[in-house]
């Protein structure tokens, strides 16, 4: 099975820096890769798809890379505000597209 | 677009009673549900699979006569936890796949499942 790993439990921001987080995988590489956002007490939210023959992707404030050779993901919050605070989760479907999480990074975003 | 709706947000109730939760597509047809339980600080781990007009499918350790799955329609899938105990308590998630093979899950907003 895929193992998953999310670099920090915690990340505390300045507000108006960028948040860094880092998603590594051990096995095969997905079809594609999955970042959500959770809030406490709540389900997770889509925030972005990346597809293993696209590099990047953006989406506001948010850009995600895939490295396939590395097996890696780098997820970006620029511009980060307070309200950007949440746990964010990576996600990677096995063969029959099945979802695994890591265990998330929780952003504290400080003003 | 790509929203799921999931029914009740927080159930408390005894020992031993069986416990219903709905999970809706509210704007799109979905084939695949998931459900997922979640216990703090922790992520989540996927229960089962849920497919419109077959069985489920439940992952390694889960216990399909505890867990009950019913996908009966395009739009709705319902857990039922039977005779629920102390253990059980839990949040549980679901979430709907839009058909397609490479298409994001969207997740319901979880139940808090409290048993006394």
């Known amino acids: 099975s895929q193992k998953i790993e999310q670099n920090s439990e915690a990340l505390n921001i300045q507000e108006g820096k960028t948040a860094t987080l880092t998603c590594n995988y051990t096995n095969y590489s997905p079809a594609y890769l999955q970042w959500y956002r959770q809030d406490p007490g709540r389900g997770p939210v889509f925030l972005l798809l990346i597809r293993e023959n696209e590099k990047e992707k953006r989406k506001e404030r948010l850009k995600v890379t895939f490295d396939t050779t590395l097996k890696q993901s780098l997820f970006h919050i620029t511009a980060s505000q307070p309200a950007d605070s949440a746990t964010y989760l990576c996600?990677?479907?096995?063969?029959?597209?099945?979802?695994?999480f890591g265990a998330g990074t929780t952003v504290t975003v400080r003003a | 677009g790509a929203v799921v709706s999931q029914h009740p947000s927080w159930v408390i109730c005894k020992s031993g009673t069986s416990v219903k939760i709905e999970c809706r597509s509210l704007d799109f047809q979905a084939t695949t549900m998931f459900w997922y339980r979640q216990f703090p600080k922790q992520s989540l781990m996927l229960m089962a699979t849920?497919?419109?007009?077959?069985?489920?499918?439940?992952e390694q350790g889960v216990e399909k006569d505890k867990f009950l799955i019913n996908h009966a329609s395009l739009t709705l899938s319902t857990l039922t936890v039977t005779s629920a105990h102390p253990e059980d308590s839990s949040f549980y998630i679901c979430s709907a796949k839009v058909t397609g093979l490479v298409q994001p899950q969207h997740f319901g907003d979880g139940t808090r499942l409290s048993i006394l």
């Open positions: 849920s497919n419109e007009g077959s069985k489920a499918t439940y």
């Open positions: 996600a990677l479907p096995s063969r029959d597209y099945k979802l695994s």
